[in-house]
């Protein structure tokens, strides 16, 4: 196996870091997969073991790098998949900001390693420096491949466009410190709630306005217990209850420049949350529903 791959633009290198920077707040470890084409980052649940990724960034390659070269297992398996603690590469690319080039590849030092080469400009000089970071990586073996492969999910009962990311998290950050599990509420009429219950109040937050790109209704909620709002057709609206803590981590994607965030609902059960970049990155999250 054999990668390469070479990033001299700051502008995709300064998008770069902060998509490393974002899946390390996510997670410790990650899946980084190699292709012709497309780099892709995976995180599955850290206490579930094998499992369907929890999330799931594509970034084209063409878009960020100026060289790319890669060979795989063999002509039938052409992906490279590397474990990786997405910590360290993190911290490796906080020098990217202001650098020259990145040079990314496969090295085999006493142990496999992803080696960044990193060329910075001197402070004192017209000399530039090169900065050097070996990061371990574990070669996932073919038969493994499959733990990590995209999500096969329901279709989605209701996909509408969120707010700016930080107006939601901020809405979030404060839902959170009450209430372990918040309830994302859509309906077709462009309307989004979000509402925790404690032993003491109900509380939420009401956006309105909001662009809806497919609606599959009506919504059966025969075997629900009462979640519509005053005035409100319940067979245009879904929900799904979920983690705070796990929608609150995917809302610190905000520091990515994106052109729209969309939210999809798999009535009571999943909640996907997409971020889509002008670069055409897309980064998706799946939170699976909570349901008593």
Known sequence: MKFRAVMIDAGPMREFTNIVSTISKLCKECVLRLSSDQLYFIVSDENSGPAPPILWCEIPQAMFFS???????????????????????????????SAKSLKLKLTK???????????????????????????????????????????????????????????????????????????????????????IRTDMATVATRFKGL?????????????????????EDISTTCYCRVDAKKLSMFLSSEQISHNRTLCSIVHKKLLILSLHTEENVTLQCFITGIVY
Request: charged share 25%.
């Open 67 to 97: 060289e790319y070269q890669m060979v795989g297992l063999d002509e039938e398996h052409k992906d490279i998949y590397l474990g990786i603690s997405s910590a360290s590469l993190a911290r490796s690319l906080t020098t990217l900001k």
């Open 109 to 195: 030092k006493q142990c496999p390693c992803l080696t960044l080469e990193i060329e910075v400009p001197s402070s004192t000089s017209l000399q530039t420096r090169h900065v050097t970071h070996d990061i371990p990586v574990a070669v996932i073996p073919r038969k493994m491949w499959s733990d990590f492969q995209e999500p096969t999910i329901p279709k989605p009962d209701i996909t509408i466009e969120l707010p700016t990311l930080k107006q939601v998290r901020t809405t979030i950050e404060r839902m959170k410190s009450m209430a372990s599990e918040v309830t994302v509420r859509a309906a077709a009429a462009g309307r989004l709630a979000l509402q």
């Open 211 to 231: 662009r809806v790109e497919a609606f599959e209704g009506p919504i059966d909620h025969s075997d629900s217990e009462s979640e519509s709002q005053t005035n």
